[in-house]
């Protein structure tokens, strides 16, 4: 079986701090898939970002920016100079064949972050 | 390109009733999948279609079924609503590969209120 936790439920945070959201994940598979999606109040899961099993890489995209590691099995969202905007629910997620299908995703309960100006 | 559509986007309906979601994927995106939103359980996958083939099902009763047509479009189907029902449906399309890479595009999703 898959499991996704993401132990923040809430984070509240000054505009311009620097803010990790954490993604622990557990799973049998040696070839999974990791996500990160993001859920304004409009609802839309919005996609940020996929990472395989095989690639440890970390990533940055302007402000935001991923840790991943096997080890651990952890993949880290952090978010540099937040900014009011990034106001949502995050939420990490997995793919694989022990969570009984390749086609679809385990998620975590959500990280609601909240920005304040 | 025009993104996932779902309709209604909101719907009240009483306990005992049907309801039936719709689903229009991306242009192209052959996989339909489907996902409740709820407070207390978060989202849980309901199934996921293909080429009008269901090819995996999440552990909801039977009163929740779904269907997909020969242009990809999606419907899902509740009976016998009950109050637990009410959630966020969300609807997601991709192209459907195997290895588990498909990056899901989701819709605004449907918000279904049990009375």
């Known amino acids: 079986a898959q499991k996704v936790t993401q132990a923040q439920t809430e984070i509240s945070v000054v505009e311009k701090e620097d803010v990790t959201l954490d993604c622990v994940y557990e799973?049998?598979?040696?070839?999974?898939?990791l996500f990160w999606y993001k859920q304004p109040p409009s609802g839309e899961l919005v996609f940020l970002i996929r990472?395989?099993?095989?690639?440890?890489q970390n990533e940055i995209s302007g402000r935001y920016s991923w840790n991943f590691q096997k080890s651990t099995s952890s993949f880290n969202f952090t978010i540099t100079a937040s900014q009011v905007v990034d106001s949502a629910v995050y939420f990490c997620?997995?793919?694989?064949?022990?969570?009984?299908?390749?086609?679809?995703?385990?998620f975590g309960k959500g990280t609601l972050l909240t920005v304040n100006p | 390109k025009a993104g996932v559509t779902q309709t209604p986007r909101y719907l009240i309906k009483t306990r005992g009733q049907q309801v039936t979601l719709s689903c229009s994927p991306i242009?192209?995106?052959?996989?339909v999948s489907w996902y409740q939103q709820t407070p207390g359980q978060g989202l849980q996958f309901l199934f996921e279609?293909?080429?009008?083939?269901?090819?995996n099902k999440g552990n909801f009763p039977g009163r929740f079924s779904g269907r997909q047509f020969s242009n990809s479009r999606s419907e899902m189907n509740v009976s016998t609503l009950e109050l637990g029902d009410s959630a966020l449906y969300l609807c997601a399309s991709s192209l459907g590969q195997r290895t588990g890479a498909n990056v899901l595009t989701f819709g605004a999703g449907s918000r279904l209120t049990v009375l």
């Open positions: 279609y293909f080429s009008e083939t269901q090819r």
């Open positions: 799973t049998r598979d040696t070839t999974y898939y």
């Open positions: 242009s192209g995106h052959r996989s």
């Open positions: 997620a997995l793919s694989g064949l022990s969570g009984g299908s390749n086609y679809k995703l385990t």
């Open positions: 990472r395989n099993s095989f690639d440890e």
